[in-house]
């Protein structure tokens, strides 16, 4: 059976639609390490684990996304490891909400707002995220009382999908349904370019409770793992 792209969803991303960010070689690939974290093997043999090592610097770190458990080569260890979940947007289920998300308070986000987003990020945790996310997809945000008040955009792309990521809230401006209206913008953007939106969440997030009422279904559960090298 062939394996489902978002199975290896980083993998997928960077021999496809990011394919001009990728480092490495035919076994073993990662983003530059200024713009994420994420690298990817091609499949679970040895001479993948090994590739990816030769990569790494000793001490040097990246994080693989993977529906199966990853198989680990000697030099390389796993410095965490989370549960997570895959969501892939059920379009029927979705497209009940779009026509009354018009944007309206929503902002694009470009490199001079790069600082407040880091820091909206590393106050909130959403996930692995740079000042140079800008670089691999687009984000909006919501402006209150002069700052970033919450903010969502795209990440990793392969044929047929785009990933809605980065939905995040400042802790003073929660309750007021802005991940919620984010979420659906930013998913309306990729379904009108004929993509299907998907994401992830750490499993346990009270936030899958919100991607479900808006149209996201489990496709299957996901590892997070941070590897080191040395």
């Excluded at 497209?95 to 944007?103: N, T, V």
């Excluded at 945790?125 to 002069?146: M, T, Y």
Aim: proline content about 9%.
């Amino acid at each position: 059976m062939t394996a489902h792209p978002l199975d290896r969803p980083v993998w997928a991303a960077l021999t496809s639609r990011h394919a001009p960010l990728a480092e490495g070689g035919p076994l073993a690939k990662r983003f530059p390490a200024d713009i994420l974290p994420f690298a990817a093997l091609r499949d679970d043999s040895p001479e993948a684990g090994h590739a990816l090592m030769a990569m790494l610097a000793p001490g040097a770190s990246v994080v693989l996304a993977e529906a199966e458990a990853v198989r680990l080569p000697a030099g390389l260890s796993p410095a965490s490891v989370a549960e997570a979940v895959q969501m892939v947007a059920d379009m029927p289920a979705l497209a009940r909400f779009l026509p009354a998300e018009d944007g309206a308070g929503l902002v694009p986000l470009g490199p001079s707002d790069a600082a407040e987003m880091l820091e909206l990020a590393t106050l909130t945790r959403p996930g692995p995220f740079s000042v140079k996310a800008l670089s691999v997809g687009r984000f909006w945000g919501v402006r209150l009382e002069g700052r970033l008040a919450a903010m969502a955009g795209e990440r990793l792309r392969q044929p047929g999908f785009t990933e809605l990521s980065g939905v995040c809230t400042h802790p003073d401006f929660r309750g007021r349904g802005l991940a919620r209206t984010l979420s659906l913008f930013v998913a309306a953007r990729i379904a009108a370019t004929g993509d299907a939106p998907y994401l992830h969440a750490y499993a346990g997030n009270a936030a899958i409770r919100l991607y479900e009422s808006i149209g996201f279904r489990l496709r299957c559960p996901m590892r997070i793992v941070t590897v080191r090298a040395g």
